[in-house]
């Protein structure tokens, strides 16, 4: 750390600048208390330090000025579009699961986006002098590849952008870069020299240049390296597909699948002897690969065409899912286009383990020898939408969270819907457009959630105790219809009772014998007529019981479900003691930003997001994703240690 120097406002803005004595400077929002910008001013001359002494700014047009042993003019917002991602096309789009974010080089700086509201996080500028031109992430995602116009290649800390090693430096600008994790090799490669150049990456600041491979023949466009043969493939502008052996640097063999047509991409399938290629004819296919005895084969093809004129359009951009079987393709028409192979693929996996199968003289089968006979249908096209109005000139799949990332050269990023290629949102550098708005708020050390407004709860939890209150509170107003059925039965034997017995009851004496038989056959005539009255009732009121059963069991069959969907709903905290569980639902309350999205019952909210921002970046993902390179990188570290 060095001593602060200077504190500088910029007027009419929500920046600050801050700047030390070793020439730092950074450029900080007050209103977010974060740091949106870091550079460092030095002189040209290596031999003499600038000596930073004071600095101030230029408000029209906006400019800082550093004063040392001269005088240095930085422009603040060149040509600044708030709609773009930077003035400089970005060259590739990373998003790294373990800290939700979003990495863009543009230009000589990085870009960090935070992919939960879409802001700048932090920016790592003027890291050389040159243009960045080829950029990517090692397996961890810890550090950044990145080669330069000027043929410079380092790796850079990808947390707070320092840099790591310089790997050997080569006569023109770098278009491949790459990692071999498994060989312990960082390999560079330009297509105006045709050198492609191994490194060792076994040390954390060291690298050693140890082995060139030189492609004579035509410009390099494609480069890959397949980790499972530990094979390097190279593609050419005259169509050659060469195969080299990645720890020695022998050379395999090499094909021509499509004559003087230029190989635009090469993508590996990491469980099969196979690569698909594109060119720039619009032709796809896939072609197996040594050591298969049939080699260089293509065993399917298909062109890639146009949506409007059905024309097959050159192919930009090749990305492979292993897992689900999907082919991401961008072409010239600015098209991003999803193929769905799976039905392909089924078959040469059906043809491998056929071909695997020995005969009864214990012998392979002689059709081994012969690439598999797939079927000739074009696959499914699944989806296709317009990303950018210029060309494409980077694609980005992002598995974990069904996601396309895609970069035009109006230097725009826009994020796709990977399953249906519906527009979701776009990274733009406009710093103050996304001022978060509570949508909820939750009182520290209380469970519950209330709206704007302060004053409605609107927490499942506290809703469904309102809703099981009130479900209570109707059946106790609601009448049984059993006990309106003993009432009725006890009315009934209380009007057919004789005369003598209703006098009995009521204190008097009964009349004479004549005049007793006589009201006695009226009153049996009367009470027959009663009876059938009353069982004629009765039978309605039983009809009526029925019902209103039935009525009830339905009432009760929808309460069950309406308490079991509440249940699903609800925390664990809310339905159990469980240590370990409440453990966990801590743990996720504490990590996972949207833990509280889970809990509110979002009908009751009139806005659903306090951000314009569209991405939902699914935690659970993530958090996985970072536990899983925990579980690999603790390994390595007691390795380095002992």
Request: proline share 5%; with cysteine.
């Amino acid at each position: 750390m060095f001593p602060l120097l200077c504190v500088k406002v910029i007027e009419n803005t929500n920046h600050f600048l801050s700047m030390d004595n070793s020439g730092a400077v950074k450029i900080w929002d007050f209103r977010k208390f974060n740091c949106i910008q870091s550079f460092t001013v030095e002189t040209d001359d290596e031999k003499h330090k600038f000596h930073l002494q004071a600095m101030t700014y230029i408000p029209k047009p906006l400019k800082l000025v550093f004063v040392g042993r001269n005088i240095n003019c930085w422009e603040y917002d060149k040509n600044y579009n708030p709609t773009s991602v930077d003035d400089s096309v970005v060259v590739a789009v990373a998003y790294r699961p373990q800290n939700n974010t979003i990495i863009t080089p543009a230009g000589n700086k990085i870009k960090v986006w935070n992919a939960l509201n879409g802001e700048v996080k932090r920016i790592f500028s003027d890291i050389t002098q040159a243009e960045i031109t080829a950029f990517t992430l090692d397996y961890y995602k810890k550090r950044c590849l990145i080669g330069f116009s000027d043929g410079e290649a380092a790796v850079f800390n990808v947390l707070n952008g320092a840099k790591i090693k310089t790997l050997t430096k080569h006569n023109h600008e770098i278009n491949f870069i790459l990692e071999a994790r498994n060989l312990e090799q960082i390999i560079t490669a330009s297509n105006h020299d045709g050198i492609i150049m191994f490194h060792v990456d076994t040390d954390i600041n060291e690298s050693e240049h140890i082995r060139s491979i030189v492609i004579n023949d035509a410009s390099l466009s494609a480069l890959v390296y397949k980790p499972e043969q530990k094979m390097l493939i190279t593609g050419t502008q005259v169509g050659i597909i060469a195969f080299w052996e990645g720890e020695t640097g022998k050379f395999l063999g090499q094909c021509t699948p499509f004559p003087n047509e230029e190989i635009t991409n090469i993508c590996p399938h990491s469980d099969l002897e196979y690569i698909i290629v594109a060119t720039s004819l619009g032709k796809i296919a896939i072609l197996a690969i040594p050591p298969l005895p049939y080699r260089y084969s293509k065993v399917f093809q298909f062109n890639n065409l146009d949506v409007e004129t059905g024309v097959p359009n050159y192919i930009n951009y090749l990305i492979w899912s292993n897992k689900k079987r999907l082919l991401f393709v961008a072409d010239e028409k600015s098209y991003v286009k999803v193929y769905d192979l799976n039905k392909t693929i089924e078959e040469i996996y059906a043809d491998k383990k056929a071909k695997m199968i020995k005969d009864d003289s214990g012998s392979y089968s002689k059709f081994r020898l012969n690439p598999p006979e797939l079927s000739k249908e074009d696959p499914p096209l699944l989806w296709a939408t317009k990303a950018h109005l210029e060309p494409i000139r980077a694609i980005e799949y992002v598995e974990s969270e069904d996601l396309v990332f895609t970069s035009g050269l109006d230097k725009r990023v826009k994020i796709w819907s990977a399953s249906t290629g519906k527009y979701i949102d776009s990274l733009q550098q406009k710093y103050d457009k996304f001022e978060p708005i509570p949508i909820a708020f939750k009182k520290p050390g209380q469970d519950g959630i209330y709206a704007p407004n302060l004053h409605d709860r609107i927490d499942k939890e506290y809703l469904f105790k309102k809703k099981m209150e009130d479900l209570e509170e109707a059946e106790r107003a609601a009448e049984n219809p059993f006990t309106k059925l003993l009432a009725m039965s006890n009315q009934a034997n209380n009007e057919v009772q004789s005369p003598a017995a209703k006098s009995r009851q009521s204190g008097g004496s009964p009349s004479s014998p004549m005049l007793s038989r006589k009201g006695t056959s009226q009153n049996l005539l009367q009470n027959n007529k009663t009876l059938k009255s009353m069982k004629t009732r009765m039978a309605h009121e039983i009809l009526f019981m029925k019902q209103e059963q039935d009525k009830e069991k339905i009432a009760t069959e929808q309460k069950n479900v309406l308490v079991n969907q509440i249940l699903e709903t609800l925390p664990w905290n809310a339905i159990s003691n469980d240590p370990d569980k409440l453990l966990q639902e801590a743990e996720k309350e504490e990590f996972d930003p949207y833990y509280n999205w889970t809990l509110m019952e979002t009908k009751e909210l009139q806005n659903l997001k306090s951000t314009p921002w569209k991405l939902h970046i699914n935690f659970d993902n993530s958090k996985r994703e970072f536990e899983n390179y925990v579980k690999e990188v603790l390994p390595l570290f007691y390795h380095l240690t002992l």
